[in-house]
């Protein structure tokens, strides 16, 4: 179903995400899936949510993965039904995943909302596991500009130069 929105299709979607309005979907699916299709129609290569087992059991679920101008990304995102800011647990999670994975590996976590404040500390201190916040704010901000992919260079261009994994995209200037 995903596959076949273009541009105006997932800014609708996005709009039925915030209205709470996806039937079909099942709790955050939609979100999930709309984060990836956004970097498909921009020119990455997307690699759609899946479980990695380890010695017979499964160990994680991964949201997606996203190449895009030489970075290979693991993205989680969280939607919660309420307006609830995203706390500390996925990054946590996530920095863990990235422990497994080749140190060059990036980590992306979207949220609806926005991040709580020991969140946002624990991106800060995370490195050299590198994980990039991403606010609804940016994300309706890329779906308005129909790029996503020079965001993520630009956020990824901020945290190398200036240490800042939760740079703002819509400002759109490096500090």
């Known amino acids: 179903m995903i596959q076949s929105l273009q541009w105006d299709g997932l800014r609708t979607l996005w709009d039925n995400i ?5 039937p079909g979907w099942d709790a955050g699916q939609a979100f999930e899936y709309l984060v990836l299709r956004a970097f498909q129609l921009d020119g990455a290569e997307v690699k759609w949510p899946y479980s990695v087992e380890l010695f017979g059991e499964k160990v994680e679920q991964i949201d997606g993965v996203v190449y895009s101008s030489g970075l290979s990304c693991l993205v989680e995102s969280k939607d919660f039904r309420d307006k609830t800011n995203v706390d500390i647990a996925p990054i946590a999670k996530l920095r863990n995943q990235l422990l497994r994975r080749p140190a060059a590996t990036v980590g992306l976590v979207f949220s609806r909302t926005e991040f709580t404040e020991p969140a946002r500390y624990l991106s800060y201190f995370s490195l050299p596991q590198t994980i990039l916040l991403w606010s609804g704010e ?24 200036h240490g800042l994994p939760d740079y703002d995209v819509r400002e759109r200037d490096i500090p």
């Open 18 to 22: 915030e209205n709470r309005s996806t």
């Open 138 to 161: 940016e994300i309706k901000y890329a779906l308005d500009n129909e790029t996503i992919c020079e965001l993520l260079t630009l956020k990824y261009r901020v945290c190398v130069e």
